[in-house]
């Protein structure tokens, strides 16, 4: 069992930057793929960056490559999203999910944490 908390998230201008992490429990962090997803009001939710256990292979969808990074820190059973450059349509909120693969879909991912809302205004 893994449990995922999320902090980070908050109000922020068109432009600006925010950092997210989650914190992950258990002692087998490191041998789980980690990935973000985001909703926004209304729409499904959808993948925005995943990191292999030992953060070799990174994956991000096409609206953030080039402005969030995903990073993690198994000492510290971590990972983080690092994201710049945020548009108003960043805004939703923000979940961590750990699985055993890097994928897109979320399907794949056994654990998720509770969310952290990102807003970005214009």
């Known amino acids: 069992q893994v449990q995922l908390v999320e902090s980070g998230g908050g109000l922020v201008q068109t432009g600006g930057s925010l950092r997210l992490s989650c914190a992950a429990s258990g002692r087998t962090f490191s041998s789980y793929a980690m990935g973000w997803f985001r909703q926004a009001p209304g729409k499904e939710r959808e993948f925005v960056a995943s990191i292999s256990g030992s953060a070799v292979v990174t994956l991000y969808t096409d609206s953030v490559k080039g402005r969030f990074t995903i990073s993690r820190d198994n000492a510290k059973n971590t990972v983080y999203l690092q994201m710049n450059s945020l548009k108003p349509e960043d805004t939703a909120v923000y979940y961590c999910?750990?699985?055993?693969?890097?994928?897109?879909?979320?399907?794949?991912?056994?654990?998720w944490g509770q969310g952290t809302q990102v807003t970005v205004s214009s």
């Open positions: 999910a750990a699985g055993i693969y890097v994928r897109r879909t979320s399907m794949s991912y056994d654990y």
